[in-house]
C-alpha cells in the first residue's frame, strides 16, 4: 500500500525556518517525482515544488523561489522542503504526494500525482 507521511510542521515566527518531511513506504520512490502542495483556509491547494525521480530537476513555483528547497534521500526513502524566510503568507497545509512519473510535470499541475500524504500544518505568525 503506497503511504505517504509528511512531518515537521509548526509554529514558527516570520523570517524563521522549518524542514518538512515526506517519508515514502509501500513503494519505491526512486524513480518517482516527489510534489510538494499547499492548502491555505479558503483556498485551493497550489503546486510549491517538485523533485523529478533522479533529483536532477527542481521545479518551484514564483513565490517561494529562493527561500524555499526540496530534496530527497531515496535511500531513506524521504523526501524534504526545506523553507527559509518564512512569511504569513506561507500559513497553509502542506501536502507532499507521489506521481507514476519520474519528471515533474508542466506548471506544477496535481493531475498526475496520484498518491497524497496527509499534510501537516505551518503556521508563520508573529
Known amino acids: 500500500q503506497v503511504q505517504l507521511v509528511e512531518s515537521g510542521g509548526g509554529l514558527v515566527q516570520p523570517g524563521g525556518s522549518l524542514t518538512l518531511s515526506c517519508r515514502a513506504s509501500g513503494f519505491s520512490m526512486d524513480y518517482y517525482a516527489i510534489g510538494w502542495f499547499r492548502q491555505a483556509p479558503g483556498k485551493e491547494r497550489v503546486g510549491v515544488s517538485c523533485i523529478s525521480g533522479n533529483a536532477g530537476v527542481t521545479q518551484y513555483t514564483d513565490s517561494v523561489k529562493g527561500r524555499f528547497t526540496v530534496s530527497r534521500d531515496n535511500a531513506k526513502k524521504t523526501a524534504y522542503l526545506q523553507m527559509n524566510s518564512l512569511k504569513p503568507e506561507d500559513t497553509a497545509v502542506y501536502f507532499c504526494?507521489?506521481?507514476?512519473?519520474?519528471?515533474?510535470?508542466?506548471?506544477?499541475?496535481?493531475?498526475?500525482?496520484?498518491?497524497w500524504g496527509q499534510g501537516t500544518q505551518v503556521t508563520v505568525s508573529a
Open positions: 504526494a507521489t506521481t507514476p512519473y519520474a519528471s515533474c510535470p508542466d506548471y506544477l499541475s496535481s493531475i498526475t500525482f496520484s498518491a
